[in-house]
């Protein structure tokens, strides 16, 4: 086992990654940039190194202070976190040339997931069911009118190198695919350099489910139930459970072995996440692989009572998994909000500033990971998130009822933040009937709702 690992990262999630390493008695080293100086992992870390001025390209992202900042330190690990160099083949790979350790997965798998049409190209040849379309890259608009003709309207244009719901667009029919091609090739050009599309049948109100696996370097591997979130604006998860209120038993071990098939044929190894859309009669399809730890796992943390950072760090030690698929229980439901400094009635525009006062809620069932305190200034240069609330209850109901006593008792002075709009959208009837799909915020007046308040 290491003795010292440093976080790539900042925010809640170094916080967390913090924890599980004093937990296992190993020492923490922070990095964090000069927006970052009062930040609490800086505090909580046992070392911490300064890496540079607050845009992340200087610090966060720049792949040799990181490396540097270990180097110094003497930590012989370092864990990516989310976000910033979790996804980075190129830094998992120097970070591997230079004798550490990438708390992660092999860069080769990071770069197959990458690769959208090659990811799905994957896992079809590994039996895991995919949304009908094209085999790989279309080559020309003749080709995508052929499959489109073949797959049936409407379909979906997207980008290969896709992410964040870039390039990517519905066509509703044939004749509208001409344009929707070229603007969808265009788009993905200017945000990925790389404007290869490939094409899908659009699934209507579809719902998102994903299912977590772990594997280690052994070739054991285990999927920990799934995760359902459809609540979405623009593509943004902001509520996410598990286990999902619509997946049966038996929908459950099909999604969990069509996750470890297709993740044991790319000779997966750490904690990741195979994502799948789910139509309205509970087929589901692949749609993409994350290569890293969510920001969404502690709801599978809570029912399965799996550490899964902990996990992450014995399998990137080398170490064989601590459970057996038969060892995985599902106890109860547990519900996370994600609370951002983001003002939900001005179109969640970011609202960075002074958390004047601040009382987290607690009780049971009540986990809160965040790294804000009374006093603290959020800085405008990274994302929004404050806190991640999440509610555990012995069924559904219960965690619906303490997330709701939770959002009530939750203070945070200073900034707008979402709790309103998650108090709003979780105590709504199609919530509490589990009726929704990741169209649900389009047409859920959650405006109005917040004006009555
Ligand atoms: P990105 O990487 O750009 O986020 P994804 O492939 O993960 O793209 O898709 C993002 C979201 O778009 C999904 O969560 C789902 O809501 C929607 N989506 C993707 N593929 C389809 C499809 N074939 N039909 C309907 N919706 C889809």
Not at 133 to 145: F, K
Not at 290 to 298: D, G, I
Request: glycine letters at 10%; hydrophobic letters at 40%.
């Amino acid at each position: 086992m290491f003795k010292k690992v440093l976080i790539a990262n900042r925010g809640e999630i170094a916080v967390r990654i913090i924890y599980a390493l004093r937990e296992m008695g190993l020492e923490s080293v922070a990095v964090y940039s000069d927006a970052d100086e009062n930040a609490l992992h800086v505090q909580l870390a046992d070392y911490s190194v300064k890496i540079g001025p607050p845009p992340p390209r200087e610090s966060y992202l720049h792949y040799h202070r990181v490396i540097a900042a270990a180097e110094v330190s003497g930590a012989e690990a370092i864990h990516p976190g989310y976000g910033f160099l979790a996804e980075n083949a190129e830094f998992a790979r120097l970070v591997r040339d230079h004798g550490l350790v990438f708390i992660g997965p092999p860069p080769e798998a990071i770069e197959d997931m990458g690769d959208k049409a090659k990811a799905k190209e994957s896992m079809k040849r590994a039996g895991v069911p995919v949304v009908p379309g094209s085999d790989g890259p279309l080559a020309d608009l003749d080709q995508a009118r052929e499959v489109a003709e073949k797959a049936g309207y409407p379909v979906l244009l997207k980008a290969v190198a896709g992410g964040g719901g870039r390039g990517m667009r519905i066509v509703r029919e044939p004749g509208e695919l001409e344009k929707q091609f070229q603007s969808a090739g265009a788009e993905a050009e200017s945000a990925f350099g790389d404007g290869r599309l490939y094409l899908e049948k659009l699934i209507l109100r579809p719902r998102h489910i994903e299912v977590q696996v772990l594997a280690d370097s052994h070739g054991n591997i285990v999927y920990l139930g799934e995760r359902e979130c459809s609540i979405q604006r623009r593509h943004q998860k902001l509520i996410e459970e598990s286990p999902s209120p619509v997946v049966s038993p038996e929908t459950r071990k099909l999604l969990g072995e069509s996750a470890v098939r297709g993740a044991s044929a790319i000779g997966y190894v750490s904690a990741g996440t195979v994502e799948f859309i789910m139509d309205q009669e509970g087929n589901f399809y692949f749609i993409e692989m994350n290569t890293r730890v969510q920001v969404e796992h502690p709801v599978t943390e809570m029912v399965t009572g799996v550490d899964i950072i902990k996990e992450q760090i014995r399998i990137a030690a080398g170490e064989k998994l601590s459970m057996r698929q038969e060892d995985v229980v599902l106890r109860g439901h547990a519900i996370e909000a994600r609370i951002n400094a983001e003002d939900p009635v001005r179109d969640f525009a970011p609202s960075p500033g002074t958390i004047k006062a601040l009382h987290k809620p607690g009780g049971p069932g009540i986990r809160v990971d965040s790294h804000i305190y009374q006093g603290y200034k959020v800085p405008p240069y990274y994302d929004s998130l404050l806190a991640k609330l999440i509610a555990h209850g012995s069924d559904r109901n219960e965690a619906i009822a303490r997330m709701l006593r939770a959002l009530e008792e939750f203070v945070i002075e200073g900034v707008p933040t979402t709790i309103p709009f998650h108090h709003v959208v979780i105590s709504s009837e199609e919530f509490r009937r589990g009726d929704f799909d990741t169209g649900f915020l389009e047409r859920f007046d959650y405006k109005a709702k917040l004006s009555e308040l």
